[in-house]
């Protein structure tokens, strides 16, 4: 890897977690890197990391938590967390503050 914006280390500090909630089934995916959470949204090939909106976004490629997202579902390698539908709105609030550092 000679991306100087990836740190080799990248892949053993992270973790997957999946906020699942019910009844509706809404998944939310993130990855904890370094010394941020990051939103993963898998289907719309989104991340919220600098990578993505520098990189990715202009085509060039996915970033670093979006490559290996596949490979930790494949694995089964992440944490499952349940959530009642009552707290989507709040804990989606709470994620995007804290992407935006608000
Ligand atoms: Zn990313």
Redesign the pocket.
């Known amino acids: 890897m000679s991306n100087s914006l990836v740190p080799n280390d990248l892949e053993s500090n992270h973790i997957l977690k999946l906020h699942y909630f019910v009844p509706s089934e809404r998944k939310l995916w993130t ?1 904890i ?1 370094k010394n941020n959470e ?1 939103w ?1 949204d898998p289907e719309l090939d989104y ?6 909106y520098y990189k ?1 976004l202009s085509g060039k490629e ?5 490559k290996i997202f596949n490979e930790f579902l494949k694995k089964n390698n992440y944490d499952k967390i349940k959530f009642s539908d009552e707290e989507y709105s709040g804990f989606l609030i709470t994620l995007i503050k804290d992407i935006l550092r608000i």
């Open positions: 990855i890197g990051y993963l991340c919220s990391c600098k990578h993505y990715t996915k970033c670093q938590h979006l």
